[in-house]
């Protein structure tokens, strides 16, 4: 097992008011756990602001977690100290969501693709200027755009540049953070093709966060459907898409249309906005929202909190409804 994440949460202290020194937690991350295979791509969706992004982060250390603990080929890596975690750095990398705001424009293309083998002190000279041509080669750049910035280049090549950057150390892990959602259809699925040609070669594997419900089908192995810092489905990708079982999911997944017009697709409607995740309801999060509970008012959804478990060989769900 590559990686492996047992009970993580980030919890983030805030004032409850402009003028009051009185403090609040909300609540990002909320306990959340889950393995992933070498070569292999887990999808995380939900609505915005549910902590798919907070998530990747604290998997990488990029924030502290509250607590929890994380695995990277059997170490746990939130307990280790500043230089050492340096060394594990060289096997997880990040794509990050903004080609334009994560990439430094006073720095050339070589320079940025470069920074991580600088980092590292890995080859000088000639050899390394070699390794950056072949990165940019390989995500689709030429070697003369090493002298160029930024700023010249379009959106799509930006996250070429990015990924290159996040292949220089050949990494075992890559966070994906929305890596296609800025671009524009057409170039989306070029660097999505790119990035499943990599996870081919390289043996990578992914953590893919996306909204875009077809994206994230087309990418991953298995799914993980998040809502309010915690996860209330897991499984395989066809499975989750072709009998979605918490509500929650059912609703995310009727908003996909369909491919043929002449079939008519039932649309579910969420009532209400997400709920704060300060102050998130008691039993299940999801009860003030979900159809179930409004058909049946029991109980159990508002004092209970659900247990994730698994209902079925490798599907798991976080609800009192959904029977084994």
Known sequence: MLLEVKDLKKHYTVRSGLFTKAKELVYALDGVSFTLEEGKTLGLVGESGCGKSTLGRAVLRLIEPTSGEVYLEGMEICKLEKKELKDYRKKMQIIFQDPFGSLNPKQSVGKIVSEPLDNYDVEKGKTREEIVVQLLTRVGLKPEHMSRYPQEFSGGQRQRIGIA????????????????????????????????????????????IS????????????????????????????????????????????????????????????????????????????????????????????????????????HWVSCHQVQD
């Open 165 to 208: 950057r996040a292949l220089a150390l050949r990494p075992k892990l890559i966070v994906g953070d929305e890596p296609v959602s800025s671009l524009d259809v057409s170039i989306q699925a070029q660097v999505l093709n790119l990035l499943m040609d990599l996870q081919g070669e390289y043996g990578l594997s992914y953590l893919f």
């Open 211 to 314: 909204h875009d419900l077809g994206v994230v089908r087309h990418m991953s192995n298995r799914i993980a459907v998040m809502y309010l810092g915690r996860f209330v489905e897991l499984a395989a990708a066809e499975e989750l898409y072709e009998a979605p079982l918490h509500p929650y999911s059912q609703a995310l997944l009727s908003s996909i249309p369909a491919s043929d017009r002449r079939v008519k697709k039932h649309r579910i409607i969420l009532e209400g906005d997400v709920p704060s995740p300060i102050h998130p309801p008691s039993g299940c999060r999801f009860h003030p929202r979900c159809s179930l509970y409004q058909g049946l008012q029991s109980p159990i959804c508002t004092e209970e909190t659900p247990i994730f478990r698994e209902v079925r060989q490798s």
